[in-house]
């Protein structure tokens, strides 16, 4: 089997644009890639152009045709009568121009062979008058009767197309028998080419887009061509033939407005609904000439850089200028002119054979039970949304059923399933990413720890021989005032490096949380009058106001740690309002339910941007001047609360000040009243 349409996987996104728009539901649902199954596809090319995510294409044919024309082989360009529509503002003789500078010897039009075929379905018509007949000039609507109409496949006029009908022409007129490649519209031309049943004539076919790409390689730029003729054989009303009715037209058929003898539909949907009436025996005119697009100048293979009427008009501008021209005059020849070659209806006839593709219909039970594993118990239940790609959701369980859909399609069910297991968990969605972003806090944490504590531990011995050594320089050479400075110097970031490793010990302790009653009222008069500088404080305007009394709640922490963490937290208060002023309040109280104690620090400082909150209990990670923090304040807070099994979080406005929270158990468990960091 040719496969025609190909996927990109990486591009697929689960939005069933190509199941919706697939008129042969030739897509297939695997762990929610959609890929084309080659036998069910007709080669319409529709999933080509609405995929807005470009996860499907079609087979390339540049790569043959540069081979056929680097070979300096007598190659043909077949051009389709919807050329005007793909290049509407450069003349006709200048696209010819621009196909002969990419080695092309030969540019004919399709139109020759559209008159061909035009002509034999005049024939064969006045030889069978009883139809119905179904025009054969479109491949992929010959594929969609084959596959899903095989009753309708002896309808089909046995004709070549266009294509076919022009490739047989240009061998039969030219001695050079030249290589001939099809450039047009159509997707379906190029499983049309290949198709063992089809004439051996057609060497390659090129989209439109592709030979654009050709163009663009080679530097081509269409509106700086010459004027050049096309080559005979010559086309004449087979132009029209990419126009919906442009068989009728061409082949000079009589027709009233009012006739029902023939029918004239075009798009996949009115093709697939005249065909099912045409099967059923609903309809029964003499003949049906369809095309899967809206008219060949609507192909999946164009650019398509105007509104499809405006490139419909200049289909019909083109055709009615060549009109024109053949009424006029011919110029006066030079020797004597080879005439076309007027193919019999012998060579131009095919034979189509059915190729049955449709489904088995499930029976009602199995589509019943496919349905109710997706909450659809009644037909109340079938919203037939169109989600899913299908019509209906029977269509859908119908699909699931041949493997070609998969349950988890259905959106509505999909929504319901999640509403559901977020209602039983009763966990809001913030919730939840609080919850991921602690996890994340937590993992970042426990690794920095044991990286902390091997360098802290490396660091630490050579660390000491460096100010060992150095205070015995400062003895021996006190009285070398000119080395006084550097030494100092040597002095200070030795204890500044000294005071580093000894914060990298503090966050990456493995020591036991050791825990005791503790009157955190006590607790926090004890900080605040041993451990800050009132003086100081008043100097920068700063006041520290405790809002808990000596006899404030009690609760089973470890003294020293929680006694860091206060420290730790109103250092950062006062150093966040330094030349602003202001009160940091500290409070401390017990909360009931359930029975736990409730630490704040809030400050009236300069607050924390939005852009570093989630960084704030990252070690290392300190807005502060270099000398003046290293970033593990509020990590080794962090940890310690962890290790109390309590909470640690902040509010903070910008401009308006911070409050940090810390919230611990009021009693510990046995199992927690020594626990490992």
Known sequence: MFETILTIEQNCRRCYTCVRDCPAKAIKIVEEQASVVAERCVACGNCTVVCSQHAKTYVSGLELTRKFLQEGKPVAALLAPSFPAEFPN????QVVSALKDLGFRYVV????????????YVEFLRSHPEGPWIASACAA??????KYHPDLTPRLIPVVSPMMATAMAVKEFYEENPLCVFVGPCVAKKLEAWDPSSPPVVDEVLTFKE???????????????RLEAFDPPEAGMGRAFPLIGGLVKTAALDRDLLDTSIIEVSGHEEVIEVLKDLSQGEIKPVLVEALMCHGCHDGPGMTKH????????????????ARRRAAAPPPPRKGPAQAPPRLPFSSLERAFRPEDRRLREPTEEEIRAILVRTNKFVPQDELNCRACGYDTCRQKAIAVF?????EAMCLPFMIEQAERVCHELKIPWTEIRLVHRHLINTEKLASMGQLAAGVAHELNNPLGTILLYTNLLQRKLKDRTDLAHDLNLLVEESNRCKKIVGGLLDFARQNRVRLEGVNLGELLHRVVNVSFDSAKLAEKKIRLVLESETS?????????????VIVNLVKNAVEAMDGKGGEVRIKAEELSEPARVHITVADQGCGIPPEDRERIFQPFFTTKNIGKG?????????????????????????????VFHVELPKIQSMAGRSMLS
């Not at 139109?111 to 035009?118: C, E, I, N, P, W």
């Not at 105007?306 to 200028?321: A, F, G, P, Q, S």
């Not at 041949?402 to 998969?406: I, K, P, Y």
Request: one cysteine or more; hydrophobic letters at 40%; a positive charge.
């Open 109 to 120: 039009e399709v139109g020759y062979g559209a008159d061909l075929v035009s002509a034999a």
């Open 90 to 93: 450069v003349a006709p003789g």
């Open 402 to 406: 041949h493997g070609l859909a998969e």
């Open 552 to 564: 404030g709640p009690t609760a089973d922490v470890d003294r020293d740690q929680l006694t860091q």
């Open 306 to 321: 105007e509104h499809r009427l405006n490139r419909k008009d200049v289909v019909k501008k083109y055709v009615n200028e």
């Open 630 to 658: 290293v970033g593990l304040g509020l990590p080794i807070c962090y940890g310690i609360v962890k290790m109390h099994r309590g909470n640690i979080w902040y509010e903070s406005v910008v401009g308006q000040g911070t």
């Open 141 to 146: 609507l010959v594929e969609y009767v084959r």
């Open 211 to 225: 030979v654009r790409r050709l163009f663009l390689e080679r530097g081509i730029v269409l509106e700086k061509r």
